[in-house]
Structures are given as C-alpha cells and as structure tokens.
C-alpha cells in the first residue's frame, strides 16, 4: 500500500520532470537563477521583494513557468546571500548573517574558496533533502487537509501564527502588534462577505485595500537601503575564484561533517513547515553545531561546520516553507508567502485541491526544485568572481538604482503611482521597525493570510452560531487550537520560569 | 557620546507605539461603526478588525507602559540612531520622495535618469559625464525591458512624447 503510493508519486514526479525540463521552462529557470543570485547579492533586494518586484512581469506567462521562474529566483537568492557573507561580511540577506560568523573569518585566512564551497554545497544538501521531503509528504498532507474544515482551517492559522509568537526572536508583544497591524491593514476596504467597505474613511483610494506585494517591496526593499545608507557600508571584500582543485577537495572534506548536515536539515525542515523561516533556522542550527562539536572554541574563527550548519539549515527551510503553502496555503516565510501571492493572481487556489485539480503545476514546480538546485550549484561555482566585482560597485550608484528599481516594481503592480508612494511609507515602517525590533515577517503573512483567516474565522462562526467551542469540537480542529494556545503560551511560561528563579 | 547627539530609543518607542494605538483606534472605531456584533444572518462586518484593534491597543499600550516604568533607569544611553547616522537615512529618504514626486511630473525614465545622476554626483562625487552617462543607460535598459519588451506601460512624461512614444 505504502509502496504503492511512492510509486505514484515517483510516477508524478516524472510527469513534473516532463513538464519542468522543456526548453522555454529551462530558460526561465535559468534567467531565475542569475537574478535570484544577482538579488540575493545585493543590499536591499532579498527573496521576498525580488520575487514581488518581478512578479508582474510574469502576469502573461503561462503559470507553470511563472512559478518556476520565480521559485528559482527564490534558489538562487539563497545561494547568493551566502558569497557576500562570506567574501565581504556583510549577510546580503537575514537568513546568511549566520554564515558570515565562520565563513568570513575563513575568508581572511585565504580559504574563501573553501569556504564557499561548503556554503554552497551544504545549501544544495538542504534543498535536495527539503525537496525529497516535499516530494512525499506533501500529497499526503494534502490528501489528509481534503478532510479540512473551515474550523480545522482555522486552527492551522492560528498555529502559524500562534508559532511566531512563541518562537520569534523578537519581543513576544511585538510580535504580536506586528502581526495584528497586518491583520488590519488586510482588513481594509471591500469587505468580500457582506461587501461593506472597511476602515476606508471616505477615501476611495484605499477601496482595493493594501496590497500586500507594496507592503514587501517597500519594508524589505526601501526599508534595508535606509539601514544600509545609514552604517554608511565601504564594500570592503576578499577575492572569491573557486577552481576545480577547491571544490574537490572541499567535497572530499565535507562528508567527515554528515552529523552536523543531517542535525541542520532536520532542523530546517522542521522550521520551515512550522513558519519560522529560514532565518531563525540558521541560526538554531549554528547554535546548535556549537553546542555539540568537540571543538566549540574554534566556532567564529573559520571552523567549517560553521558555514554547513547555517546554510544547510536555511536552504532546507526555505525548500521546506513551501510545503504548507502548496498544500495548505499557508506560506512558511515570507518567500513563500510572495509566491502564494502569485498563485492567487493567476488563478489559482493554493491549497489540497491544487493537488488534484492542477497536477501539472505541482508537479513542475517540484521537478523544477530539484532541476533549479542543481543549476543553481553548477552556477554559483563557476560564476563567483562576477557576483563579487559586482559588490565592488560603490553603494552611491547601487542605491539609487535599487530605489528606482523598487519603485517600478510597485508602480507596475496595479499601474497606480500612489502605490509607489504607499512603498515609500512603508519603506520607512521598514526601517524604524527594524530598529525596533519588530518584526517583518507575521506582519507580511498577516497581510496575505488575513482574508484567509478572517473568513475561516467567520465561517466557523457561522457554523456554530457564535460559539467559541468549535475550534475544540473535533479531535483535529482541537488538538491543533491546543497545539497553536501552547505555542501561544510558550513566552509566558518562559517568563514565569525566569520569575519564579528570581 | 553625549544624550544629545543621538535620536534616544526610549523617545522612538513611544512615538511608534503610539502610532500604533492611534492606528488601533481607527480600526476599533470604524469596527464598531459597521457592526461587531452578531447580526441577523452571522458575524457583522466589525466582527473580526475589532477584536484585531483590541489586541493591537492593548500591546501599545503594554509597550508604552513598559517604556515609561523604564524611563528613570535608563538615562537615554540607549540610540535609536546616531544624529549623523539618521543624517545619512534621510539624504537617502529625502531624495527618494523627491524621486516619486518628479514622476508625477516628468515621467519615470526621466525621472530614475536625473535621480541616479544626481545621487552619484552629490553623494559619490562622480563627474557630470560619468553619472549623466550611468543615469541614461539604467533609464535606456528600463525603456527596453518595460515598453519594448514586456509592453508594460510605466508613466511616461513630455519628454517620452517629444521623442514621439
């Protein structure tokens, strides 16, 4: 019965293969790979943002080849966080701050190279054992979500983002506001149950409601270049050229560390799926290598498993934060959350049914994971020294250009010019958020989940006339409320703990 | 580093926290202004923002609260941003406005051209040539790519219909 079902997925698989590896679908991928890189590299363009900012451009193409564009965009930004941490300490995205601990301390001992082998290998590592998991367990997950009401629906929701708040880094409360603040903005305008309109005072303009593509564009966008203009950054970096000899001899190297790999993709699996995101996930597993190794003294002063560790973990979660939204439609970062963005735009209703109704689709997009990766890890080893001279472009051109490129990409989202001013403002949200520390990413999921949830929530309401007891009334619905008021709680026991040992 | 030569966090705490309860108060507000109740035929509209403007209050609330309990303690050591730091933010914010308002008038190719050439001539200190030369190119390469390639129309101005688009 089990074999059974492998094979049925292992047949899918080849039918994705089938759709994935036709000529257009390789050229989109490999046009995602160079910008996600070319994204990932740079200040103030991430995942999140690059994905929005070129999502328009795929409004005409077919979804197949959007999705695997974009995915691939996502890849390669993953991959390109890593050369800027390594070659020039400064984390070109959040989830490869981690790296910089070891890898740039490597650098400045002349072993860029292997640094930058282990980074990208460990990253490919991730993604392949995430994908193998997507592979398999999302059609089961999806099959079971069929049985999902909008009560059990709920609940998953408030899982998500009952999660943020327990394991956020930042300030429980924070997180919170964060988080309802993006609830809110969700909230405006056209109310799509009873057509109210909502929170509009009058102004007509905000009849559509926030959309949350500006919303990313300008807090990730905008907001990281205000903070970048401001530690007024001399790119400052280390040669990376990475020949045959490095890279097979770091492979040579790397299997010795097979514990420290494994422990970093079932960490970043697990933070993935659960919506922590590849961020906090790098640095869980970082932390974690530390702790274990025999040799924790020589964590932050080049020690290789400080590079596996990280970017293992980040790649494996950022793979993995897809399995909830395709099957449940429900992102696991905020990547992922752009992407579901997209789905929605092209018609799409991400969810257990995209299992069955659109097989193609999936199925691509799995296919194209495993192809994307691979084409990902051939590119970045041979291409280094480019993306390096690139961050050798002074920051007073860079910036501007990064700035006008934003303002495109929000401008071209609904060919509206108060969008780009709406990006502005919450370009500086961005910043002083940053500042802080309240956190981007529940106020992004929110943002898109809002509606979602909210007429879960209504639903359900509906269902039991106002009564809160149905989100406890079934045994699936109730031990995933219970899971999600754990998880809610998880700070306060925290806090009592500390309190009770004075 | 003296108090006074930095924006203190403490000031910037508040001032955000209290954006956020006056943002709360608007969804609260309105909420209660379509109904938050239980209608004739199942939630209200209100229903869900007004619990949402609830706990979006109640954690400003507890923020200013615990800033103001720390207020005596903390002596405003603590930066928000160093003056010349949020100096340099806001010679990046300020021309960035500057930059969307002139789209309005001039159109974006024109626009990203004298934004970019600007930048680098004011902040770089590049020559004229060199960053009327980067400006044109980036604005040429976006003219390609949106309405040439992609037939994306972005918002052109007088200029753009002198060359006849």
Known sequence: MVGLLIMDEINNLFQGFAVAMTLPNIGFMLVGIFLGVLIGVLPGLGGANGVAILLPLTFGMSPTSAIIMLSCIYWGALFGGAITSILFNIPGEPWSVATTFDGYPMAQKGKAAQALTAAFTSSFVGALVAVLMVTFLAPLVAKFALNFGPPEFFAVQLLTFASFIGMSKEPPVKTLMAMMLGFALAAVGLDSVTGTLRMTYGQESLLKGFDFLIAVIGLFGIGEILLTMEEGLAFKGHKGRISLKDVLETWKELPKYWATSLRACLIGCWMGVTPGGATPASFMSYGTAKRISKHPENFGKGAIEGVIAPETAAHAAGTSALLPMLTLGIPGSPTAAVLLGGLLIWGLQPGPLLFTEQKDFVWGLIASMYLGNIVGLIVVLTTVPWWAAILRIPFSIIAPVIVVICAVGAYTVHNSMLDVVMMLVFGLMGYAFKKLKYPLAPLVLALVLGDMAETSFRQSMLISKGSLEIFVSTPLAGSITVLALIMLMWPVLGFLKKFSRG | ?165
């Not at chain 2, 309105?30 to 007004?50: L, M, Q, T």
């Not at chain 2, 933010?89 to 990203?112: C, E, H, Q, R």
């Open chain 2, 1 to 165: 580093m003296k108090t006074n030569s930095h924006l203190q966090m403490r000031w910037m705490e508040l001032l955000v926290a209290a954006c956020f309860m006056g943002v709360s108060l608007l969804v609260i507000t309105d909420s209660i202004r379509v109904g938050k109740a239980w209608g004739a035929d199942g939630p209200e509209p209100g229903y869900f923002p007004f619990y949402i403007g609830c706990l979006l209050f109640g954690g400003a609330a507890w923020v200013i609260l615990q800033t103001l309990r720390g207020w005596k303690q903390d002596d405003g050591e603590e930066s928000f941003a160093q003056n010349h730091e949020f100096r340099l933010m806001l010679l990046m914010l300020i021309p960035s406005a500057a930059f969307t308002v002139s789209i309005y008038v001039v159109g974006i190719y024109l626009a990203s051209l004298i934004f970019i050439a600007a930048f680098m001539v004011w902040q770089g200190k590049y020559s004229y040539l060199k960053s009327i030369a980067v400006g044109t190119g980036i604005s040429a390469a976006l003219f390609a790519l949106f309405e040439i390639w992609f037939t994306l129309p972005l918002p052109k101005g007088w200029i753009e219909t002198w060359l006849g688009f």
